[in-house]
């Protein structure tokens, strides 16, 4: 940034952000495009995407970069297709991990997870080798005072599997993850 010229001066500055925000933007996108992709391109109906276009919202993305990757995700429009792909390893101390992933590219995404496991001390696994161990469920917090008679009685009419009530006075309400959207 040495030098007495305004304009060489905001371009760096310029180009620093632009490539940040390019980042943040691409995989926003990404995110948009799969959920559109999965649960369809109605955000009312479909909580994934409706949570998905919040976040570009919050980051200023232009509305129509977030239509054409809704397009995208239908098949409206052709690009480039991502798909979810899920690793299972061993880190360090035999602890289980699932990495989910977002990808274009399932070899090279293999190949990075793969690194990422052997940098740090684990190993990569098969399918299956620690799938067994989780649980896959939605889950809703609500805060310290909530009624939690109204909130059971709520919960359960719409599909709940449990509702716990933690040390702090929380209430914590599980479901299956079809049934997320109608608890």
Known sequence: MAGHSKWANIKHKKAAQDAKRGKVFT????????????????????PRLRLAIDKAQVQNMPKDNIERAIKRGTGDLEGV????????????????????????????????VRHAFTKHGGNLGTDGSVAFQFKHCGQFVFAPGTDEEKLMEAALEAGAEDVLTNEDGSVEVISAPNDFMGV
């Open 81 to 112: 297709s991502y798909e979810e792909v899920r690793y299972e390893g061993y880190g360090i101390g035999g602890a289980a991990v699932m990495v989910d992933c977002l990808t274009d590219n399932r070899a090279r995404t293999v190949a990075e």
């Open 27 to 46: 995989r926003l996108i990404k995110e948009i495009t799969v959920a559109a992709r999965l649960g369809g391109a109605d955000a009312n109906s479909n």
